[in-house]
Structures are given as structure tokens and as C-alpha cells.
């Protein structure tokens, strides 16, 4: 069975400046697809970024890139020059294309950014 | 588009009371899902549904927890009877099965409280 970990429960950072938020996984397929949503305090689930297992090059959407190491089944999420409205809770998930779709989430983080 | 609809957005109901939510996917979306929120377990899967069909219904607790979709516009969650541990917010998800990757597109959740 997939699992996914994310080992920070919380993280701060300070406006304009750089964080990364760690996310591992465990799984025996080789093709597969990774991503991090964000839940604000709205609730409402948000895709950030999205990565395919079958392709090397890193994810980059505007200030969210990941680094995504297969061999090692790590996938971190940077967000550079954090603003206000990143604060929230963020997910990394795993989706195994060949099965039914579903995602499997990680625990979460919970990013504060303060100004 | 509107998005998935969710209704009730928050729900307080007693032990023992039957407690129905429903969801409206996206027009031409033919794969629903549902998810639960916790602090205890995070979000998991409750049980997918393809072309009104149940695929997977591995994640629903126990038989208290029944879910259907009569159409491919409509589809419910219903607890009966509900308990406290039962509180949490439930989403519900929908995505256009075309193969491979398919962008699960969440609703605004529902809040439910059972006291």
C-alpha cells in the first residue's frame, strides 16, 4: 500500500523569503503522480503543483517548484518569496494512475507567513 | 461553471440522527469522490464512484455509512445512525476520466458536527 509522510506539522516563515516543505512516500509502482495541494482557512482544496513519476524535470508553477528525487521517493515543495496569502495548510499526495484514482494524503503542514 | 456543490456547508446534528450529504459535480465530469477530514486520520478516501458506478468503497467506516449516485449530476452521503466520532468535514471531488491523469476538482466541504 502507497503512504505518505509529511514530518513537519508546522512551519513559519517571514514574508518575501524562502521555505521548503518536506513530503516522503512510499510505494512499488513506477509510474505514478505526486502533488501538493493548499487548504486555507476557507477549507477549500487547492492544487498547487502537480509532478508525473516518468518525467525528471522538477515542476515549477510561478513561485511553487518541487524537488522531486524518485530514487530516494522525495518530493518537497519551495515557495519563494512567500506572501501573506500562502499561509495555510499544505498536502502532499500520491495518485497511482493504474488504480482507482484516488489520492492518498499526506498528515499536512501548516505554513504561517508572517509580514 | 459553479464548481462541485456541496450542501448542507455545515451540519449539527444529535447521536443517532441520520445525517444525509450531497454533492453536484462538475457538468461532464464522470467520476465523483469522497473524502473525510479529520485531525485523527487527515483526509482519506471514503468511496469513488465512476459513471454513477461504486469502483471503490474500501474507505467507508461501516455499515452506518452508505453513499449513492443516482445520476451523474447527483450523489449522497448518508450516516445512519450518526455518533460523535462521525464529526468532520467531508468533501466531495469530481474529474473528467479520460485515462491517465485526471485533475480531481474538490467541493467546498461540509462541516459536520454530531453532538
Known amino acids: 500500500a502507497q503512504t505518505v509522510t509529511q514530518s513537519q506539522p508546522e512551519m513559519s516563515v517571514q514574508e518575501a523569503e524562502?521555505?521548503?516543505?518536506?513530503?516522503?512516500y512510499d510505494t512499488s509502482e513506477n509510474n505514478y503522480y505526486l502533488f501538493w495541494y493548499k487548504q486555507p482557512p476557507s477549507r477549500q482544496m487547492i492544487l498547487v503543483i502537480r509532478q508525473e513519476a516518468y518525467k525528471q524535470q522538477n515542476a515549477t508553477e510561478n513561485r511553487f517548484s518541487?524537488?522531486?528525487?524518485?530514487?530516494?521517493?522525495?518530493?518537497?515543495?519551495?515557495?519563494?518569496?512567500?506572501?501573506?496569502g500562502d499561509t495555510a495548510m499544505y498536502f502532499c499526495a500520491f495518485m497511482n494512475p493504474l488504480g482507482t484514482d484516488k489520492?492518498?494524503?499526506?498528515?499536512?503542514?501548516?505554513?504561517?507567513?508572517?509580514p | 461553471?459553479?464548481?462541485?456543490?456541496?450542501?448542507?456547508?455545515?451540519?449539527?446534528?444529535?447521536?443517532?440522527?441520520e445525517v444525509t450529504l450531497r454533492c453536484k459535480p462538475i457538468s461532464g465530469h464522470n467520476s465523483l469522490f469522497w473524502y473525510r477530514q479529520t485531525m485523527m486520520r487527515g483526509l482519506e478516501l471514503l468511496i469513488y464512484f465512476n459513471n454513477n458506478v461504486p469502483i471503490d468503497d474500501s474507505g467507508m467506516p461501516e455499515d452506518r455509512f452508505s453513499a449513492k449516485m443516482p445520476n451523474a449530476s447527483f450523489s449522497t452521503l448518508k450516516i445512519q445512525p450518526s455518533e460523535p466520532r462521525d464529526s468532520?468535514?467531508?468533501?466531495?471531488?469530481?474529474?473528467?476520466d479520460r485515462g491517465g491523469y485526471n485533475e480531481q476538482f474538490f467541493g467546498p466541504g461540509t462541516r459536520l458536527t454530531v453532538l
Not at chain 2, 1 to 17: C, F, K, L, N
Open chain 2, 1 to 17: 461553471d459553479a464548481g462541485v456543490i456541496q450542501s448542507p456547508r455545515h451540519e449539527v446534528t444529535e447521536m443517532g440522527q
Open chain 1, 18 to 24: 524562502t521555505v521548503t516543505l518536506s513530503c516522503t
Open chain 2, 88 to 96: 468532520a468535514v467531508y468533501f466531495c471531488a469530481s474529474s473528467h
Open chain 1, 66 to 84: 518541487v524537488n522531486f528525487q524518485k530514487a530516494a521517493k522525495s518530493f518537497s515543495l519551495k515557495i519563494s518569496d512567500s506572501q501573506l
Open chain 1, 103 to 114: 489520492l492518498i494524503f499526506g498528515t499536512g503542514t501548516r505554513l504561517q507567513v508572517f
